[in-house]
C-alpha cells in the first residue's frame, strides 16, 4: 500500500481571525521544483496510455432542458496488460480527485504497481470542474458562480463515474470483467461511496487515507493538528518546542514599532506583511504539509534538523524557524507567501464551501499551535459571503449513511478496504480498522 502514499489537494479551514484572510489552505502535491516536475511528466507518459473524452451529462438528477447540456470528460485508458474480456480480467478504476488527469498520472503509482500482474485494465477518471473536464465551455464559466458551480459535487461526480465505467465495459465488451474502484484522500472517499452506492457496478473500492469520518456528525476525538503535533514532537522535542514558542515570539516581535516590518525583513517576505495571520499561515501551511506529506525526500526529520542547527549565538528563536522556512522553500531572495489560486483550487474551495465542510481548527490539545477551534458559525458565514449560498455540513452524513459506520459496513457494504498511515493527520478522519470481507 505503500506505493499510494497520496493524499491530494487538502484544505485546511483555519477558523476565527485568520478564516478571514485565508479561507481555504491548500497543501498541494506540487513539485517543489521545476526539473522535479519534468521528471514527473516523463514518468507518467507510459506507452500505451490513451486518452480518452466522454460526452458526460451535467445533471444526472433532473429531466430539465439544462441537464441534458454535456461537456467533454477526459479518462485515460492502458490495455497493455489486460488479459482480456474472455478471461474476465479486472478492471482497476482509479477515481479522480480534485486535480487534473494529468497530475494524476504523474504521481498516482498503485495502479500501475499492481494492473501488470493483476492482467488489468487500467482506467483513470477527470473529476467534473477540474482539469479539461469543464462544463460550460470553460473554467471561467464553470468557476464563475453558484449557478455554475452547483453542479460540482460527489453525487454528480459518482454518477460521471457510473456512466463512464459503463461505457467503457461495453467498449471493452468487458460484462464479467470485476471492476474496482480506487481513490486517495477525497478519492477515496469517492471509491467508499461509489461502492455503496453503485454495488452492481463496483465489486470493490480500495479508500486511501479518506477521512471520510472527519465531518460536523462524525467528529473525531482528535483533529488534524493533533497528529502534526504528535509527529513532530515525536520527531524532535526540542523542534517542537521551538515551533511552540515561536507563535507567541512573533506577536511580540509584531507589537514593536514598526513589528510587521522587522518580520518582514527576518523572513524574507517579497511583499511587506499587513498582519501577523499571513505570517502564521505560511510557517502553518510548511508544518502541516511536511506531517502531511513526509515523504522520503522532504521528511519532518530534516526540515527539524534544519530548525535546531539553525540555533546561534543570539538564541534568535525566529532565526532558527527562519532556516526551517529556508530548508522547506530554498534559499531564496524573497518568499512570496500569497499564493494565486489555481482553478483546481477555486473548485475546490467551492466544494469545501458547500459538501465536504471538514471541521479543522486548532483544538487545546494541539499544543504546537496558538489555540484556534474550528466555529461552524463563522464558516458558514464566510461561504454565504462569498457564494450567496450556505454549506450544507450534514448533508454528506445524510446522504451516504456513515454514521455509525461499522454497523451499516456490515449491513450493506462490503469489499471495502480503507487504508491509513497512522502518522497520516487525515487518519484522525479514517476508519481505522480494516472491513473486509471478500
Ligand atoms: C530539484 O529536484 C531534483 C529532482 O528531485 C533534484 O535533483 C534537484 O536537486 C532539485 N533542485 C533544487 C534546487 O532543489
Ligand atoms: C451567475 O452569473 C450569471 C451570469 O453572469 C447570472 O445570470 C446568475 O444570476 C449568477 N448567479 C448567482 C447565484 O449569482
Ligand atoms: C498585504 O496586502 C496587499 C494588498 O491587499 C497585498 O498586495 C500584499 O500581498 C499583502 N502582503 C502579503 C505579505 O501578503
Ligand atoms: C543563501 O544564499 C545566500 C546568497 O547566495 C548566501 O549568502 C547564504 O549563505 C545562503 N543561506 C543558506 C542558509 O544557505
Redesign the pocket.
Known sequence: MSSIFLFMLISSTISIARSEVTPLRIFAKIPR?A??ER?QVDDSTDSDLKIFYYDQNLDHFTFTPKSYMTFQQRYAIQSKHWAGANDNAPILAYLGEESSLETDLSVIGFLRDNGPRLKALLVYIEHRYYGTSMPFGSGKEALKNASTLGYLNSAQALADYAAILLHVKEKYSADHSPIIVIGGSYGGMLAAWFRLKYPHIALGALASSAPLLYFQDTLPIHGYYYIVTKVFKETSESCYNTIRKSWEEIDRVAFKPNGLLILTKKFRICNTLNNTIELKNFLDTIYASAAQYNSNQYPVASLCEAINNGVNSENDLLGQIFAGVVYDR?NRSCYPISVQPTEDSIAWKWQTCSEIVLPIGHDEQDTMFQTEPFRMDIKIDGCKLQYGVPPRPHWVTAYYGIQDVKLILRRFGSNIIFSNGLLDPYSVGGELFLFINF
Request: charged fraction near 20%.
Open positions: 521544483n526539473s522535479e521528471q530554498g
